[in-house]
């Protein structure tokens, strides 16, 4: 399903979110840094993609790292899926982490992540004294697996 998207370009050399092929869900992300940034082992920076967008109302953008860029060069987004709600007119920006133990570069107009657009609900939350019972009940973490 495609709709149309309104893209500002915030600095004149930002690239446009492409799709790398016809069935791709996330359609990538470009560094707009005016040059190479370093980000250190342990490090997170805050990487400019030069561009604003106008998600329509019931969509979200949810930012996700590129499986590339993350298994190959331990970069990925500090906090792991970044949310952009369909209000949020400001630039799109990437918390890049990395996770490995060198020094990594990233070039201008490199792909540092993904966009996937997704409709959402929002709840209207009820106050009660009790929940319905459910078979597993209140059982947390590790508690539907196998024993």
Same mark, same amino acid.
């Given at each position: 399903m495609k709709f149309e998207m309104n893209i500002k370009r915030l600095n004149e050399k930002a690239i446009i979110p492409t799709y790398g092929s016809e069935f791709a869900a996330g359609a990538d992300l470009y560094a707009c840094e005016g040059g190479?940034?370093?980000?250190?082992?342990?490090?997170?920076r805050l990487v400019h993609t030069g561009i604003a967008m106008e998600i329509p109302e019931g969509l979200v953008g949810l930012v996700y790292a590129r499986s590339g860029l993350a298994s190959k &060069? !331990?970069?990925?987004p500090a906090?792991?899926?970044g949310v952009?709600? /369909?209000? $949020? &007119? !400001?630039?799109?920006?990437v918390a890049l982490h990395n996770h490995g133990d060198k020094a990594q570069t990233v070039a201008d107009g490199e792909r540092i992540a993904q966009i996937?657009?997704?409709? $959402?609900h929002t709840a209207e939350f009820s106050v009660v004294e009790e929940l /319905?019972?459910?078979v597993r009940g209140v059982g947390g973490f590790g508690s539907t697996g196998t024993k």
């Open positions: 190479e940034i370093t980000i250190e082992a342990g490090e997170t &060069r !331990g970069l990925a906090n792991k899926v952009i709600d /369909s209000d $949020y &007119r !400001g630039e799109i920006m996937v657009f997704t409709p $959402y /319905s019972d459910t």
